[in-house]
């Protein structure tokens, strides 16, 4: 055990990641959608950023720089996101999310959220305090583990 943290808590993400996604991604009605999961990660990756540059993409949705362009090329086609060139780079292509993008991650949002409340309604309102206090505190941790 490395300072103060057990290594099986550490472990536990593992175990944490894949069903954040279940929740998320059965949450998404991807036939109805017609994006890929990647390009779903893309557009989730850029909730509450301005822009992000392709190198970013590819970190977030832990992808290579090609498989994160390949997955940006049909959003951009679509109209969820488009590409800028950096101002103070003019080499340094960003991709933000387009009014359609934007529309399309708060619908999301509305689904995952009537998707999880209720799931949450069959827990107890301590059970729903500490899962509240419980996320809030994770996603705080790993925001200054980036």
């Given at each position: 055990m490395n300072g103060l943290v057990p290594e099986n808590a550490i472990i536990s993400l593992l175990e944490i990641f894949p069903k954040c996604q279940k929740i998320i991604l059965n949450s998404i009605d991807i036939k109805h959608s017609h994006l890929t999961k990647t390009q779903i990660f893309v557009l989730f990756?850029?909730?509450?950023?301005?822009?992000?540059?392709?190198s970013q993409i590819?970190?977030?949705i832990a992808s290579s720089h090609e498989?994160?362009?390949?997955?940006?090329?049909?959003?951009?086609?679509?109209?969820?996101?488009?590409?800028?060139?950096?101002?103070?780079?003019?080499?340094?292509?960003?991709i933000r999310l387009t009014?359609?993008?934007?529309?399309?991650?708060?619908?999301?949002?509305?689904?995952?959220?009537?998707?999880?409340?209720?799931?949450l309604d069959?827990?107890?309102?301590?059970?729903?305090?500490?899962f509240t206090n419980a996320i809030y505190t994770t996603l705080n941790i790993l925001k200054k583990l980036e």
């Open positions: 990756s850029l909730i509450g950023k301005p822009s992000l540059n392709m590819a970190s977030y498989q994160a362009t390949r997955a940006v090329a049909p959003l951009v086609t679509s109209g969820y996101v488009e590409r800028f060139f950096d101002e103070n780079n003019r080499k340094l292509v960003l009014e359609i993008g934007n529309n399309f991650i708060s619908f999301e949002k509305e689904q995952l959220i009537k998707n999880l409340v209720s799931k069959k827990l107890t309102k301590e059970e729903k305090e500490e």
